[in-house]
């Protein structure tokens, strides 16, 4: 009976684990066809290591990517990424300081490296600091490198066909008018006289307003006002008035100012961009828009009123005006027209550019560096001394306030031209400058131009190379400038190129350092010129070198007992 039971409950059991296999045996069937179990997790494992595998290469291509980028940086001075090139380094710089950073890449590839910009962008160009080169581009294959295309293009809304953006014939008749007048005894009386008046009646006031209400002052606005109004007595003959009690805000010198910062923008982004931003009138492209617009009522105004005035005038040369806009007017073309009203407010905007902004650019730097160098102050002092000394009734009351220095004391002043000048090559009024080349060339140091390719020339940088000025490269030291007498030396366009160099060199050189001597001479005979402590001092991307935030000083006015201990100083 028990074995009976006992099979009973076998067989059961044999047959409900033959319906548990038959389950699953259908069930696997169901899932996958004439598979098994094992089946399920071999797919599974095929289609995980397949995901891996693609990841690993994934991985593997990008750390491939990234190394062989980053090996490009000790050949070509920066990481090349595909697709966009060297930008991703460029775009943290422009954020920085842009021109210390183009500085380290330049000392690090001895002086020339190639930047390559994004696929079918406008960026690709080559950037030197090299002297040879330099020489080469502005003087030895002068015609090879004009500034093309691309950079007029760029300027064009800004400065239309005026000597700082036209090439060829067209620079080349501005230049040769400009020059001469540049020469003429009636222009430099001008500039001697409208110069003299702006400081001694109207800059001192302002800084003698500022000692006596104990307030800081913005030291490079203050010299921006001045030179404004200077330059555009020069090129406009008329005075807008910017250092007028109150430093009123001047509308064209306000809209001035933002196009030109607008206007570097172009040269880092690529052109298709600025150009769809120009068409629909949007961001940097829409003030820029407004602010030329602004530029444009100005110089329209002028040239009808002087067109006015010279319709009535007699002719009396006595009564004649020497600024370049009324010469320019009496000019004519090839045809024997008058030059239209757009060339001649293209003449002027441009010589407000070049006159404007870098004198005053360049002070704002000097009174920041001997800031930091009060011994240099020191040395300068003592010289201004002495010239005064030399004069034969000095001592007799003209030594008091206000005393005006003269032409001939200013040219004399040779400790503090080397000053000025150690001042421009650290921070030069334009730090960078543009040229393209028309045929195929070859720099001195060896590198191919292609025809059409851009070349930047950084002429901050050049300051930086020791190769160029030696181990105290980045030291302000006037005496570099100065022989073993005493008396200023000039260097080679081609090193120190913050006038520019062969037939573009400066037109505006020698009145440029009497501008900035005597507006240098005159405050620091009066006041120590203290900068703020804390105050931030960096330059701004721009045309011109402007500083960032400003030059925030507090000004001491120097007593009797100073300027005497200097008047008896030898030296």
Not at 469 to 474: F, K, L, V
Request: charged fraction near 25%; charge should be positive; include cysteine.
């Amino acid at each position: 009976m028990l074995n009976n039971n006992a099979t009973t409950m076998i067989n059961s059991s044999t047959t409900n684990n033959n319906n548990s296999t038959s389950f699953c045996s259908s069930s696997s069937t169901f899932l996958f066809p004439g598979d098994d179990a094992a089946g399920f997790f071999t797919f599974r494992r095929i289609f995980l290591l397949q995901e891996v595998q693609i990841l690993e290469i994934f991985l593997a291509l990008s750390v491939f990517i990234a190394i062989h980028s980053l090996r490009q940086k000790k050949n070509q001075g920066l990481p090349i990424w595909p697709f966009v090139g060297m930008l991703p380094s460029l775009l943290p710089a422009i954020r920085g300081n842009t021109y210390e950073w183009l500085s380290d890449v330049l000392c690090n590839q001895n002086g020339t490296f190639r930047f390559k910009g994004p696929v079918f962008s406008s960026l690709n160009c080559v950037i030197t600091a090299d002297p040879r080169n330099l020489e080469h581009l502005l003087k030895t294959k002068f015609s090879n490198f004009p500034k093309g295309h691309y950079f007029r293009d760029n300027l064009r809304d800004l400065l239309g066909e005026g000597i700082f953006n036209a090439d060829d014939e067209v620079w080349q008749k501005q230049r040769k008018t400009a020059s001469i007048e540049f020469h003429s005894a009636k222009f430099r009386q001008l500039t001697i006289e409208s110069l003299l008046e702006l400081v001694h009646s109207r800059l001192l006031l302002v800084l003698e307003n500022a000692v006596e209400n104990s307030i800081s002052i913005d030291l490079q606005d203050i010299l921006l006002r001045l030179t404004f109004d200077n330059v555009c007595m020069i090129a406009f003959g008329v005075d807008p008035g910017c250092l007028n009690p109150g430093l009123p805000e001047i509308p064209f010198a306000k809209a001035f100012e933002d196009a030109t910062e607008a206007t570097v923008l172009r040269f880092v982004s690529p052109t298709c961009l600025w150009k769809t931003m120009r068409f629909l009138n949007l961001g940097t492209e829409k003030k820029l828009k407004r602010s030329i617009k602004g530029v444009d009522e100005f110089a329209e105004e002028v040239i009808r009123k002087r067109k006015k005035e010279l319709g009535l005038q007699v002719d009396d040369d006595k009564k004649q005006r020497s600024d370049l806009l009324t010469i320019f007017m009496r000019l004519k073309d090839e045809q024997g027209r008058p030059f239209s009203d757009k060339f001649l407010r293209d003449i002027c905007v441009n010589f407000i550019l070049a006159g404007r902004d870098t004198s005053s650019v360049a002070l704002s730097w000097f009174f920041w560096l001997i800031d930091q160098n009060p011994h240099v102050e020191e040395k300068i002092l003592a010289e201004m001394c002495r010239i005064l000394r030399e004069r034969k009734d000095f001592g007799n009351g003209e030594s008091d306030n206000p005393l005006v220095f003269k032409p001939q004391e200013i040219k004399k002043m040779e400790y503090l031209q080397a000053a000025i000048s150690e001042g421009l090559r650290l921070y030069p009024s334009v730090p960078v400058d543009h040229k393209e080349v028309v045929e195929d060339e070859i720099f001195p140091d060896g590198t191919v131009l292609k025809k059409g390719t851009k070349v930047i020339y950084a002429i901050y940088a050049m300051a930086r190379m020791e190769a160029i000025w030696g181990n105290d490269c980045r030291e302000y030291r006037p005496e570099r400038w100065l022989r073993v007498d005493g008396r200023f030396m000039s260097e080679s366009a081609y090193k120190f190129t913050a006038f520019n160099g062969g037939p573009r060199l400066c037109l505006g050189k020698d009145f440029a350092y009497y501008q900035m001597k005597f507006a240098a001479a005159s405050i620091l005979y009066r006041y120590h010129v203290q900068v703020v402590k804390g105050h931030p001092v960096v330059p701004k991307l721009a045309l011109t070198m402007y500083m960032k935030h400003g030059l925030k000083v507090n000004l001491i006015k120097r007593d009797e007992f100073e300027l005497h201990k200097y008047l008896k100083m030898n030296y």
